[in-house]
């Protein structure tokens, strides 16, 4: 099966500094990827250049077999590349149903009662069709994020990124947020995570790609990334998070 993304060989840099360094990656399609990776190893701008947000300097990227160049019709493209990230950024003016429907109606020019009617549908599967009506700030930062996954679900993308969704939420808030993208892969859509949630990145991913200093440094199924890491990085990375689990409380001896 040729793959729904595929890059080889792919480059980044800002103003000289390489930020990706040769990434090769396949995703299939339905397969759920999670990135994972010290801070600043070029997690973000790897998911950014998937959807155009910026543009690789070398190698190739290809989207359901179609090489993407600066010069490729981004905005048709970014309509299958569905993106959210750790800010919601809806629109504070329009209400939450007016916020999705704002590019299937604007960018797709689909009709009003079609793209309404899987709004409404969208909103019901997380759970806040009742506040289609209602204005951003009147909503939770968990529920925000919720409309903002409708929002980029509601262009009917081919692929859905994930960067740090939940990075921002108070704690209480992030398993609803989190139970929304595991019925997402539970429902077959293709999707690539950039997550430090990792009792979720084990739970939902088919394959961990850890990356660091612009490169993949591995990449296993879940279990066996995080039971035996093969990479020294790996298993430092691996080891902070244990450690703040596993910290002895004031009266351990
Ligand atoms: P991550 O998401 O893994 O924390 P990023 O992709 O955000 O990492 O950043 C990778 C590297 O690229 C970092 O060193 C960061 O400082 C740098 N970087 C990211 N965006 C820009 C930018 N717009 N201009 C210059 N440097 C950037
Ligand atoms: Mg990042």
Redesign the pocket.
């Known amino acids: 099966m040729s793959a729904l993304i595929e890059l080889a060989g792919f480059t980044k840099h ?2 000289g ?1 390489p ?2 360094q040769g990434v090769d990656l396949q995703v299939h399609e339905g397969e759920v990827i999670v990135i994972l ?12 250049c998937l959807n155009g947000l ?1 543009q690789g300097d070398g190698g190739t990227l290809r989207l359901a077999g179609e090489a993407l160049t600066a010069d490729s019709d981004w905005q048709r493209v970014r309509q299958q590349v569905g993106m959210v990230f750790q800010s919601y950024n809806l629109f504070p003016h329009m209400t939450v149903l007016d916020n999705i429907l704002l590019g299937p109606l604007r960018v797709q020019g689909r009709p009003r009662a079609e793209a309404q009617a899987q709004a409404m549908a969208l909103l019901e599967r997380v759970g806040l069709a009742q506040r289609a009506h209602a204005w951003p700030r009147e909503l939770s930062g968990g529920q925000q994020q919720r409309i903002a996954i409708v929002r980029a679900l509601c262009m009917n993308p081919k692929v859905m990124l994930f ?2 969704v939940t990075a921002a939420l108070d704690p209480e808030m992030v398993k609803e947020v989190l139970q929304v993208i595991l019925d997402l892969a539970k429902g077959g859509m293709t999707l690539v995570i ?1 997550t430090h949630e990792m009792a979720f990145a084990r739970a939902v991913a088919d394959r961990i790609v850890f ?1 660091d200093g ?1 490169r993949i440094a591995e990449q296993n199924d879940p279990e066996r990334f995080f039971s035996s890491p093969q990479t020294a990085r790996a298993q430092q990375f691996l080891e902070r998070f244990s450690y703040v689990e596993n910290l002895p409380g004031r009266k351990a001896s």
């Open positions: 800002f103003a500094t930020v990706l990776g010290p801070s600043g190893c070029g997690k973000s701008t790897l998911l950014r910026e960067d740090e950039v990356m612009g």
